[in-house]
């Protein structure tokens, strides 16, 4: 099993920004939500981050329950949620990592006809990208041309 925790999916007009946990086994993709998230990837200021910090110390229960459940094999549960998703191998048309100047990094997950968008930060850089590699190794996907 493969895991990558705490990356975020940003807030869309009508969804607000979640926390999710990235799993790759048995030939599949998951990605599970594990809570609410204040997405502290955007936030430049001190400021802003003194506040993203306090708001998420208010989630910080409920995600490390959810990853400990990850942890113990017990995805069932996770996948039950409306906002978690499961991919075959076979379903997922595109995987990256897209690096960007100005704005946060991302993982970009396409398969069955979505595009999940995933914001990383600057720390979470090394691991994300050492995560999408041995993910596309165990997938048995393509390794993407220079455009991604």
Known sequence: MLILDRITRPPGLLRRALMYSLV????????????????????????????????????EPEVEAAEAGILRAEIAPLLANKDSFEFSARDISRLIIQERLWTSSRIVLEAAG?????????AQMEEATAFVSRARQMLGLPVPGPRG
């Open 24 to 59: 790759v086994e048995e030939g599949r993709l998951c990605a599970l939500c594990t809570g609410k998230s204040s997405n502290p990837v955007m936030w430049g200021s001190v400021r802003h981050a003194a506040l993203v910090k306090t708001f998420d110390s208010t989630y």
């Open 114 to 122: 979505q595009r999940l968008v995933f914001s990383l930060s600057q």
